[in-house]
């Protein structure tokens, strides 16, 4: 309790501060939220910011999240926006690093999985996914082979040239991936990763640019020649829902998963830092996490948000997804891509 | 030949009407392409603020990148002397002959270019794919990205050279022929000499489109295959490394004005007898005159009109199966069910409203330093002409990036929506100064002595003879412009920018979704790109076509 005390009079005092520097008003009329390509919320979601605050949410669009992480930073001393959403596990680090943003515990901290949350809450996560092969029913049946259970299985020959994945260079899902494959076959083991991929190339796994090459076109499903490919744990609930369909035709192999975590934070150039709270705040409310499913299909952050009947029915959840501290990932992200390069072009 | 150099160095301005001309597009390229070009490559290569001459020198030393770099150039040279083989017999055909359907073939032939590149992909993919119907792999090769830059590019060369050709006088061929010389070697020494110019300005841009490809070598490429531009944008999003991208990014730059200087060699602009009037090509006469038209225009049905006949049908094949319209009708319910989707109409409300601003853009900017250039022969005409060409070899990270880190003042201009068509423009003057530059630079000045006689001001001569004399080149040009924005989608994805979704990113939006269904609607997405795309362009070419009694 001590605790919330301090807290409210840190933002009472910041809001004082704030408000004196800018001789306006407290609260501003917007506040910009800096965002990713696949950032959406259903309309009217975010206007009940404004019906709470009064304050008008700007959202701003910025490429991938690697892409929006070096805008941040390039913009850092005169920020282009006040919030910035979006940035994973495997970016974090640098944008921490970089100093972009200023810690904050959201209220309402206590409903999120405490898995998800960053030592100092320098930033609040908002929503997850896991990275996992997924296969087509109907096409492993048609040959007689029984789905892979774990990354092992898939060096199995009655798996030779079936599986697909995304080149960690050029796709944040080929990247969990590859970092799912690290934690299997970690650096320094005497059987390590690069050696699972020497015979995991050796089993003719084809490599796409990216999710959309790999799914949309390789996937036995697209009318491809691979029936495994690397995607999402909420890929079947989407075939489900977009489709209209009562029964997913994929599925998912449990083991060998990656959590890729998506955190916003309040940028360090703000104005306006008690309202870049409250839509902090905001984000991981109820509101907005139940809606976060069926708009972008990554899963809510907050335990207690109700999930959609068909993410309910339709999705298997890894037995074990590795969840990598995202330092661990910063200090090792390019070496680990160059090594993969390195292999995949030998 | 002397004394018609001196004829068109004339400027119908005098000097310094002339230097005016520059002012213009000289400040618009200055703030929205050198100031954040030079802004964002010294914020790259000075890392925590000082410059560290390490990574230069790690760059020009690494094996793979130098591979990098040759595979950049010598694609791009493959891809250009392909495209330029290819497409000069369907120039030829589209200026010296008439036929049922060549307006509708005409502008169909610049659809190609505003498709995005996975869509492409797969009907590639259904022809020439491992589970393709002519049971030729070509995936991962070098043949399938010549192919694919072929495809994207032909039109440039078709519809460039066309122009051009199209207002030479077959007089001067018939003079030829009935003086003994066989088609051959009437091409060979009359109507080829003739062409350079056009043929140097039109191979330069399919070289500079080629050369800084991204979307083709990434999907139809792989992993061996890198070309600068993937490699920055990869050194940009998937190690954060702005000062290994902003050295590749100078690299490529460098490559591209060397490659542009020894192109301008080439450029030296010749006087030519263009035809008086409008002159309806006839029809094709002789048997020889059919079998050569219709050997180009199927070779044309086959190489464009396959992958955009496969996407249509594709496009008609329902999710759950049978035919019909469900993916068209998904285009329209799948916004309600998730709001990652865009609504189709604003899609295509906002793609034509950045279309129209980048079209008015580059067309201002690119008739005044195409006359600038043309009415100028000193060596500073020259750098101006490299300098103008340079955004279109320059990377689309960079030019994202630069916006950002330079337009913050004196207006803030950095999440500005204007910097869409801004965008999309720098890539359409190139084509708008190439496009029109050869045929201004052979005007000839007796016209205009002939206007001033008559008591025409300079300005008035220039807008009544020049102007329309060129007006088919600058319709060519704004062709160009409108379909490079409607199908842009890389420079647009690295601006920070409010939500505007063009069409290129509803396609994408679509393209990220699991499922038959989204998939489907983004092939129904694609089709109604390529139909508004083509429907535009046709529109553009009746225009410009001169009304009777015009010059």
Request: charged content about 15%.
């Amino acid at each position: 309790m001590n605790h919330r005390v301090m807290r409210i009079a840190l933002v009472l005092l910041t809001t004082a501060v704030v408000a004196s520097g800018c001789s306006s008003d407290s609260a501003p009329d917007e506040i910009v939220l800096l965002t990713h390509e696949s950032f959406a919320l259903s309309e009217g979601t975010l206007e009940a910011f404004k019906d709470q605050t009064g304050v008008t949410v700007k959202v701003r669009t910025a490429g991938d999240a690697g892409t929006m992480v070096i805008q941040a930073i390039l913009t850092k001393d005169n920020p282009i926006a006040d919030v910035m959403y979006g940035v994973d596990n495997t970016f974090l680090s640098r944008a921490v690093n970089s100093g972009l943003f200023i810690p904050y515990t959201a209220r309402g901290i206590e409903s999120v999985n405490p898995l998800l949350r960053i030592d100092g809450d320098i930033v609040t996560p908002i929503d997850f996914g896991d990275v996992c092969i997924n296969y087509d029913i109907e096409a492993l049946a048609a040959i007689g082979s029984p789905p892979p259970e774990n990354l092992g299985d898939l060096l199995d020959p009655q798996y030779e040239g079936l599986l697909v994945v995304e080149d960690p260079s050029t796709s944040s899902p080929g990247l969990a991936f590859l970092m799912a494959t690290i934690a299997a076959y970690p650096d320094g083991a005497e059987y390590d990763w690069k050696a699972y991929w020497s015979d995991l190339f050796d089993n003719g796994v084809v490599i796409a640019a990216d999710w959309s090459e790999a799914y949309s076109t390789r996937f036995t499903r697209a009318g491809g020649a691979q029936p495994l490919v690397v995607s999402y744990a909420s890929s079947p609930p989407a075939e489900v829902f977009y489709g209209n369909l009562t029964e997913a035709p994929t599925g998912v192999m449990t083991e060998g998963c990656f959590k890729q975590i998506e955190y916003a934070g309040i940028l360090s150039g703000t104005q306006h830092e008690a309202t870049a709270g409250q839509l902090i705040d905001f984000l991981i409310s109820l509101p907005v996490q139940e809606d976060i499913p069926l708009n972008m299909f990554v899963y809510p952050a907050n335990r207690d948000a109700v999930l959609p009947q068909v993410f309910a029915d339709h999705t298997t959840l890894p037995e074990r997804s590795v969840v990598m501290e995202p330092g661990t990932i910063e200090l090792n992200r390019q070496r680990w891509i160059e090594e993969w390069i390195e292999i995949a072009r030998s | 030949m002397d004394r018609d150099r001196s004829l068109i160095t004339r400027s119908p301005f005098g000097h310094l009407g002339t230097g005016a001309l520059v002012v213009i597009p000289t400040l618009f390229l200055a703030y929205f392409f050198v100031y954040p070009v030079v802004a964002i490559t010294v914020r790259g290569l000075t890392p925590e603020g000082v410059f560290n001459p390490a990574v230069l020198l790690d760059v020009l030393s690494s094996r793979t990148l130098q591979g990098v770099a040759a595979f950049t150039l010598w694609q791009a040279v493959l891809s250009t002397l392909l495209t330029v083989a290819v497409g000069l017999p369907a120039a030829w055909v589209f200026a010296r002959f008439d036929f049922p359907g060549k307006s509708v073939m005409r502008a169909a032939t610049l659809v190609p270019f505003v498709l995005p590149t996975l869509v492409v992909g797969t009907a590639f993919l259904a022809l020439i794919g491992p589970k393709g119907v002519t049971d030729i792999d070509l995936t991962g090769t070098l043949w399938v990205i010549l192919i694919a830059h072929v495809f994207y590019n032909y039109a440039i060369v078709v519809r460039g050279v066309g122009a051009y050709w199209e207002r030479i006088d077959p007089a001067l061929e018939d003079a030829a022929r009935s003086l003994g010389a066989s088609r051959l070697r009437t091409f060979r020494t009359v109507t080829l000499p003739l062409l350079k110019p056009a043929i140097a300005s039109t191979s330069a841009l399919v070289f500079l489109f080629s050369f800084t490809s991204f979307g083709v070598v990434l999907l139809l490429g792989d992993i061996n295959h890198s070309t600068i531009e993937v490699e920055i944008w990869r050194q940009t999003t998937a190690y954060l490394r702005l000062d290994i991208a902003s050295t590749l990014a100078i690299l490529q730059l460098i490559g591209v004005g060397v490659i542009l200087m020894m192109y301008g060699r080439y450029q030296r602009r010749t006087t030519i007898q263009f035809a008086h009037g409008t002159i309806r090509p006839p029809r094709p006469a002789t048997a020889a005159d059919r079998i050569a038209v219709g050997a180009v225009l199927a070779t044309t049905a086959f190489l464009l009109g396959l992958p955009l006949v496969i996407l249509i049908g594709r496009s008609l094949v329902n999710p759950q199966g049978g035919i019909g319209f469900a993916n068209y009708s998904n285009l329209f319910s799948l916004p309600a069910m998730s709001a990652s989707f865009v609504d189709p109409i604003d899609a295509i409300v906002n793609s034509l409203r950045f279309a129209l601003f980048a079209t008015v853009i580059a067309v201002l900017i690119g008739v005044l330093a195409s006359a600038a250039l043309s009415y100028s022969q000193k060596r500073t005409a020259r750098v101006f002409d490299l300098f103008v060409m340079l955004p279109l070899g320059t990377s689309a990270v960079t030019i994202g990036f630069g916006f950002l880190v330079a337009l913050g003042w004196p207006i803030d201009l950095r999440t500005s929506v204007m910097l869409i068509p801004i965008a999309h423009a720098l890539v359409a003057i190139p084509f708008m100064v190439r496009t029109t530059n050869p045929s201004m630079g052979s005007v000839q000045h007796r016209l205009r002595e002939a206007a001033a006689t008559l008591g025409a001001t300079p300005a008035r001569a220039w807008w009544t003879i020049d102007l329309r004399l060129v007006s088919r080149a600058i319709a060519v040009g704004a062709a160009f412009a409108f379909a490079i924005s409607m199908g842009e989608f890389g420079a647009t994805s690295f601006i920070t920018r409010p939500d505007s979704p063009t069409i290129p990113i509803a396609i994408f939006r679509l393209l990220g979704r699991p499922g038959s269904t989204p998939f489907g609607a983004a092939l129904a997405m694609s089709v109604l790109l390529m139909v508004i795309t083509g429907v535009a362009v046709f529109a553009i070419d009746v225009l410009r076509t001169p009304q009777a009694g015009d010059l």
